[in-house]
């Protein structure tokens, strides 16, 4: 089982590249979560794209622009999830989503925590609320660890999302 068939090379290549000063090859944490070579992937894909916002309200709304406009292009709301960063960037996206007024009978977007998205898997996933994290130091190998979990739990499409620029945004876009 050294093959990766989760991820896309890209969504892996862009996971690893941003976390590979943080977490060793190879190795894993307490929590059990390795950092995956690129080359391991078995499937090609499209590459990861950041956008940076000027305010959380911009963020969540862009959010809910982009699962509409998916869902208009067939993607089950099933396949989609956001993966967010704090309890407020969380309630916003909730909250713009709701405004868009959804069938009840569809399914729905998972909405979750970093966290609680290890060991699960969505063709389509959105890391939201890189804006909200700490960034100072002290902070940076389990944040930068967070958020390698919830890239990794795309299979097809990464979407990450910031209400300001900061040392993660930063990264991401070198």
Same mark, same amino acid.
């Given at each position: 089982?050294?093959?990766?068939?989760?991820?896309?090379?890209?969504?892996?290549?862009?996971?690893?590249?941003?976390?590979?000063? *943080?977490?060793?090859?190879?190795? !894993?944490?307490? =929590?059990?979560?390795? /950092?995956?070579?690129?080359?391991?992937?078995?499937?090609?894909?499209?590459?990861?794209?950041?956008?940076?916002?000027?305010?959380?309200?911009?963020?969540?709304? *862009?959010?809910?622009?982009?699962?509409?406009?998916?869902?208009?292009?067939?993607?089950?709301?099933?396949?989609?999830?956001?993966?967010?960063? !704090?309890?407020?960037?969380?309630?916003?996206?909730?909250?713009?989503?709701?405004?868009?007024?959804?069938?009840?009978?569809?399914?729905?977007?998972?909405?979750?925590?970093?966290?609680? !998205?290890?060991?699960?898997? *969505?063709?389509?996933?959105?890391?939201?609320?890189?804006?909200? /994290?700490? =960034? =100072?130091?002290?902070?940076?190998?389990?944040?930068?660890? /967070?958020?390698?979990?919830?890239?990794?739990?795309?299979?097809?499409?990464? %979407?990450?999302? !910031?209400?300001?620029?900061?040392?993660?945004?930063?990264? %991401?876009?070198?």
């Amino acid at each position: 089982l050294k093959m990766n068939y989760r991820n896309t090379r890209q969504i892996l290549n862009f996971a690893y590249n941003f976390s590979k000063d *943080f977490i060793q090859e190879r190795q !894993s944490d307490e =929590d059990a979560i390795p /950092l995956i070579a690129p080359e391991m992937a078995g499937q090609e894909g499209i590459e990861p794209v950041v956008k940076v916002w000027g305010s959380l309200t911009e963020e969540a709304e *862009f959010i809910a622009h982009c699962i509409s406009t998916w869902v208009a292009k067939g993607i089950e709301l099933k396949d989609i999830a956001v993966v967010y960063t !704090s309890k407020a960037v969380g309630e916003s996206v909730k909250n713009s989503y709701q405004k868009r007024q959804y069938s009840a009978s569809e399914d729905k977007v998972t909405v979750l925590t970093r966290q609680s !998205s290890k060991g699960l898997e *969505f063709k389509t996933v959105i890391l939201a609320g890189l804006g909200t /994290l700490k =960034d =100072d130091e002290k902070n940076h190998v389990e944040e930068v660890r /967070l958020l390698y979990v919830g890239m990794t739990r795309a299979r097809e499409k990464l %979407l990450v999302t !910031s209400s300001k620029a900061n040392f993660y945004t930063e990264r %991401l876009m070198r």
